[in-house]
């Protein structure tokens, strides 16, 4: 098979289209004797009709397991240096209580960046000290709640939020313990909008300036300082951004130490993902094996003490756990006029599904790709290049930029993205008044509701000006037919 020359350089025209590539799809993905895709050994049009469509189908084992396996990794690569290592799992990757459970069973903390996410950490049951609080302007009333419950480790990032914890700490009667946010400066190779180390940007304190802020916080009775705090950017694949961020925080770690003890240094998360089949991402265990070498190493040259380690990963953990399930709706075959070098025309067919931007913000948001599969059946048509467009009033409302997906694929076939578990249902809107989808849980053969979907009336339920008369004379008849 020949690809279309639309096609971008990195995708090649599968082999076999139904394939369902094991580093990118959760570990149970499969397909069964019918050809339907199956996760957590529930068949994915047995969930559609359950629950419709567009849906978040988290596979909880793997989830869980993938959490405990971070987790282990660096508690492994810790120990080898004579150190010991704790797992944030970053909450705003995707949140529920649920989520937390797990997370939370599996031995990690919990690293939260708003009060509505630690509200959600807390009523899952998560005993505060084990909850971190991020965020660069977190609001006076953040602070207070996060200090008032006892949180674990609040991180500091601008000056100003020195004393704002401090006064929070005095008015609780409590001793806060706090990390300072550092802008390494490290550029990470990631696309801009994820870098978050960069000089110029909106988080943490610049190296420079970071010796005075620790000064500040030591000299407040009120806050206990755990350490330094970085975190480079996301979906990131070469380690040497790490290892850089590292070395800058440990020079800057092994100053503090001559006026008062540093216990710890905190490295962020960001360790990427396979989004599709020719991304390969460094396993976790690599990645911390090589985090903590580097680490030993400078700690060695400095001769100063292994610093307790702790990482803050969400998307490795919980992102390659999530599909989303979508219906065809429409298609549409687009003749694209080729560039000069090239010339002539070509065909890009148009997949438009039931969801879009308002379930998965990242391909417009960050040009971020995505592969697709045929959920419901398998077919033996040869693939065709496809982009998948979603139902928005929106031309950049594209799921998946370029994947194959068979010829074949209709209108009524059911089709899953992959690796859609983080920064999807955390992004997502109601654009267009689309309700937001369910999420449901799946493992061994069943499936349930964590986080139920939106209704009209969910819809409806913050227009402060509607007329009860109206909506009741006018019942809406939803989408069934
Ligand atoms: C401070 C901080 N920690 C951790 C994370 C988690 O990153 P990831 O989900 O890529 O591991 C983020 C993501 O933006 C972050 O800003």
């Known amino acids: 098979m020949f690809a279309n020359p639309l096609s971008p350089s990195w995708l090649v025209p599968p082999i076999d289209a139904d394939a369902l590539p094991a580093h990118v799809w959760p570990s149970s993905a499969m397909r069964t004797e019918s050809g339907a895709v199956a996760i957590g050994g529930v068949p994915l049009p047995q969930l559609a009709a359950q629950f419709g469509t567009p849906l978040y189908v988290i596979d ?34 995707f949140l529920c209580t649920e989520a937390v459970r797990w997370m939370v069973a599996e031995g990690l903390n919990i690293d939260v960046s708003s009060g509505g996410e630690l509200a959600v950490a807390l009523a899952a049951g998560v005993e505060p000290a084990r909850l971190g609080l991020h965020g660069n302007n977190k609001s006076l009333a953040e602070i207070d709640r996060a200090v008032g419950v006892g949180i674990g480790a609040i991180v500091i990032d601008s000056l100003v939020e020195i004393d704002r914890v401090s006064a929070a700490a005095d008015r609780h009667g409590r001793v806060q313990p706090v990390r300072l946010r550092i ?46 705090h970085s975190h480079i950017g996301s979906q990131i694949f070469a380690i040497d951004g790490f290892l850089e961020a590292a070395r800058r925080l440990l020079a800057l770690h092994a100053q503090l130490l001559a006026h008062g003890p540093v216990p710890e240094l905190n490295l962020g998360g960001g360790f990427g993902i396979a989004y599709v089949h020719s991304d390969e991402a460094p396993p976790i265990e690599h990645v911390a094996e090589a985090l903590l070498t580097a680490v030993a190493a400078v700690c060695a040259e400095l001769s100063i003490p292994m610093p307790h380690i702790a990482v803050e990963p969400g998307r490795v953990i919980i992102g390659p756990a999530g ?51 045929l959920a419901s059946r398998r077919s033996a048509v040869d693939p065709v290049l496809v982009r998948i467009a979603g139902k928005h009033c929106e031309s950049g409302d594209i799921v998946v930029r370029d994947a194959y997906l068979p010829g074949d694929t209709a209108p009524g076939d059911l089709v899953a993205v992959p690796a859609t578990g983080a920064y999807c249902f955390s992004l997502a809107s109601n654009y267009n008044y689309l309700a937001r989808p369910a999420v449901v849980a799946v493992t061994d053969g069943t499936a349930r509701v964590i986080v139920r979907g939106e209704t009209e009336t969910d819809l409806l339920s913050r227009d402060a000006c509607i007329d009860d008369a109206v909506t009741q004379a006018i019942p809406y008849q939803g989408d069934a037919l």
């Open 183 to 228: 802008n390494s400066g490290v550029h990470a190779h990631t696309h801009e909008y994820l870098a978050t180390a960069r000089e110029d940007q909106k988080f943490g304190i610049p190296l420079a300036e970071a010796a005075a802020a620790v000064a500040t916080i030591r000299s407040h009775a009120r806050l206990r300082f755990l350490g330094l």
């Open 60 to 93: 909880e084992q793997d989830a869980r397991s993938r959490a405990a396996r971070t987790r282990a990794a660096f508690s492994a690569a810790a120990a080898a240096h004579g150190t010991t290592a704790s797992a944030y799992y970053a909450g705003k990757a």
């Open 323 to 373: 599909v989303t399930l979508y219906e065809v709706g429409t298609t549409k075959d687009v003749m694209v006029t080729l560039d000069d070098e090239v010339e002539g025309v070509a065909v890009r067919r148009y997949v438009s599904i039931d969801g879009g931007m308002s379930d998965n913000a990242r391909p417009a948001l960050y040009g971020a790709d995505y592969s697709v599969a």
